[in-house]
Each structure stands twice: as structure tokens, then as C-alpha cells.
């Protein structure tokens, strides 16, 4: 599999981190076709776990209508500068990416 | 006698021993499940009865839900939602129309702020309703959506 980057950036607002991640994955959804006509085979993120100095605050679950190379934004508390935030993904298949910042 | 009235409350504390450990070992499972059945519904009633069960669904003012009247590009279709409600613990995004309407669950904890955004898929226009649910209520709002280009199949 080639690499899948998760990007992030994450700026502190009164102790408030806001979150913006970008991740690279084709969000395929099982029912497409390519153009020789074959089903072009599911491959979705599922599963997205967000840790704040290693805490779990978010998590969510995806399906197969979250758009290719999803954006997501997310706010956590009691943030401050030097804190860690890790967004880590798991997909159908069970391949897996993780990203991580050191807040400013 | 005796020997009854020192049995029996140790009996009943074993058997409590033994639901409360059910109990704890249950829990993980619990939270880490994915409500598969939920993202496979077709169905919008399912969709609902598999997240929320019986929990009354009721009309929120307090849900702000911000997406485009108008998406020029179905398969990219810019969702955020925030609310103030308290005891938020999770927020679905749900795409009626879609041939899965639920599109993303978020549950949250008491470290995160429940404001989320994020882009979606639509295959054609269509209701996209914010869930909140609480302990006790699941609150929601709606807005529809007018696609012009679809977004599944391309």
C-alpha cells in the first residue's frame, strides 16, 4: 500500500485546541465500477480515534459516505501549548495510519 | 441455622459477584463496537432504531448544522455541527437519500467539544440531519441539501 499521511494542524484558543486533519484514503464505497465494468472493491476508513496526551476525547465511526481523502475538525479541552494531539484511522481492510502534533 | 444464615447472604453476594463481573466484561464490548448494522441500514427508520432504540427523537433549536443549500459537487459536500446541549454524548450525521443514510458517528467524551466538521458524499439531494444523542433524548435538526452533480458513481 502506498503511504497514507495523516496531516494535521492544530492552533490553541482559550484552551481550546481546534483540530483540522487531513487524510489520504480513496473512500471507496463498493458499489462503483471501473470502466471494464468489475465492481470496484470497498475500501473505507471505519474507525477514527483522537487521544490528547494519550487520553481518548473522540472517537468516531465512518461509512462509506465520507468523501475521498476526508477532512475533519475537532475541538478538545483543557488544551495547552506543548500538549500532544494523535489522530490515528483504521479502514475495512485493516489497514491503519496515525498522524500526531505537538500543539504551539 | 446457622450454617443457613452464613450460606445464604454469601450466596447472594457470589451470585452478585458474578453479574457485576457480566456487567464490566460486557462494557468494553460495548464501546468499542461498530453499530455495523446501523451503516448497512437502507432505511432511515432502521437507521434510527438500531442507534437510538426507544429514546423519544424530538426537534432542536439548539443544533447548528452548516451546510450548503446548494452543493455544486455531491461528492464533496462540506458538513459541520456544533451544539450546547448538555450531556451531548454522540453526533450522527445521517443522509436520508443516500443508499446508506448514516454517514458518520462521533462519540464524544467530556475532553471534547461537540463541534465537528467534515465532508460528505450525496448521491442525490436530499434531507441531511444532525442526531444528538443525550442519556435520555436524542435531539436532531435538518436541512436539505439540492445536489446538481452526484457524488456515488461519478
Given at each position: 500500500m502506498e503511504s497514507r499521511p495523516v496531516k494535521m494542524r492544530g492552533k490553541v484558543v482559550d484552551s481550546v485546541a481546534e483540530i483540522k486533519v487531513l487524510m489520504k484514503h480513496?473512500?471507496?464505497?463498493?458499489t462503483r465500477r471501473d470502466d471494464a465494468g468489475a465492481v470496484i472493491p470497498a475500501e473505507f476508513i471505519e474507525q477514527v480515534t483522537c487521544e490528547h496526551n494519550g487520553n481518548v476525547v473522540l472517537t468516531a465511526e465512518w461509512g462509506?459516505?465520507?468523501?475521498?481523502?476526508p477532512y475533519f475538525a475537532f475541538k478538545v479541552k483543557s488544551a495547552k501549548s506543548g500538549d500532544t494531539v494523535k489522530v490515528g484511522w483504521t479502514d475495512n481492510l485493516g489497514n491503519s495510519s496515525e498522524g500526531e502534533i505537538v500543539l504551539k | 441455622m446457622q450454617i443457613q444464615a452464613i450460606r445464604q447472604p454469601s450466596r447472594r453476594r457470589f451470585i452478585q459477584g458474578l453479574m457485576s463481573v457480566i456487567a464490566l466484561s460486557a462494557l468494553p464490548f460495548q464501546l468499542l463496537a461498530r453499530s455495523t448494522k446501523a451503516f448497512q441500514a437502507t432505511k432511515l427508520e432502521t437507521v434510527q432504531a438500531e442507534l437510538f432504540g426507544d429514546l423519544p427523537i424530538v426537534d432542536s433549536s439548539d443544533i447548528s448544522l452548516d451546510i450548503p443549500?446548494?452543493?455544486?459537487?455531491?461528492a464533496v459536500v462540506p458538513v459541520s455541527v456544533s451544539t450546547t446541549i448538555e450531556g451531548a454524548e454522540a453526533i450522527h450525521v445521517v443522509?436520508?437519500?443516500?443508499?446508506?443514510?448514516?454517514s458518520a458517528s462521533f462519540k464524544l467524551t467530556e475532553?471534547?467539544?461537540?463541534d465537528i466538521s467534515m465532508r460528505v458524499k450525496m448521491g442525490k439531494s436530499s434531507v441531511v440531519t444532525a442526531y444528538i444523542k443525550t442519556p435520555t433524548t436524542i435531539y436532531k435538526t435538518g436541512r436539505e441539501v439540492k445536489v446538481t452533480i452526484g457524488g456515488c458513481g461519478g
Open positions: 480513496p473512500m471507496e464505497t463498493g462509506t459516505s465520507v468523501s475521498k481523502n | 443549500d446548494i452543493a455544486e459537487n455531491g443522509i436520508e437519500q443516500n443508499p446508506n443514510p448514516l475532553f471534547s467539544v461537540a
